[in-house]
């Protein structure tokens, strides 16, 4: 009897060192990235970043997607309709491990859709553009997660939304969808806007 149970204990702990773990793994394992985990599997980014990798993952809660959503007057579930939402999810995603004790402040790095994010380090904790990273170096087999509070937009116009350069500059508004907002009234406070090629926040009605 003791020769069998040696046995199975042999075998169970052979499996489970052969199982592995990947971004993605974190992803769908976790009760607070449902949205993240939608959007990934709808824009078919689920074998990509299962893959050998290895992978940085910015993972935006969902509170991060609900606050993005609520600043452009959406439900959660519509920023799935996004045409620029697999751009907007690379952006989140860095070739390569990047761990916490590889950041400094100023620091900036490309994400594999080709914008840069850049880092803020201080003894408040570590930034990554306008993101505060609340859950840092969750290691997998093939990279690292940090969970971060907020939903990564580029600040380059051309990048985050398609307006053709003969409105860009016309001092309307919009929003990072690209739709015309008729005035500054209806933007939502702490919403994101665009006027002019730039990307703001109104915090003042």
Known sequence: MKKIIMTFGLVLTTLVSLAQTTVVDIIVNSEDHTLLEAAVVQ????????????????????????????????????????????DILTY???????????????????????????????????????????????????GVVHVIDAVLIEP???????????????????????QEIRSYQDIPLNGFYIRNGQKFIKTVE
């Open 43 to 86: 824009e078919g980014l689920v074998e990509t970043l299962s893959g050998e990798g290895p992978f940085t993952v910015f993972a935006p809660t969902d509170s991060a997607f609900i606050t993005l959503a609520t600043s452009l007057d959406l439900e959660p579930t519509d920023l799935l309709n996004l045409e620029n939402l697999t």
């Open 156 to 178: 380059q116009v051309t990048n985050v939304i398609e307006i053709d350069n003969n409105r860009v500059n016309n001092g309307i508004y919009y929003n990072i969808t690209g």
């Open 92 to 142: 989140h995603v860095v070739g390569g491990s990047v761990l916490s004790t590889d950041l400094s402040d100023g620091l900036v790095v490309n994400a594999i859709n080709g914008g840069s994010l850049t880092f803020g380090v201080d003894t408040m904790g570590v930034m990554v553009n306008d993101a505060m990273v609340t859950v840092a170096d969750i290691i997998t087999d093939n």
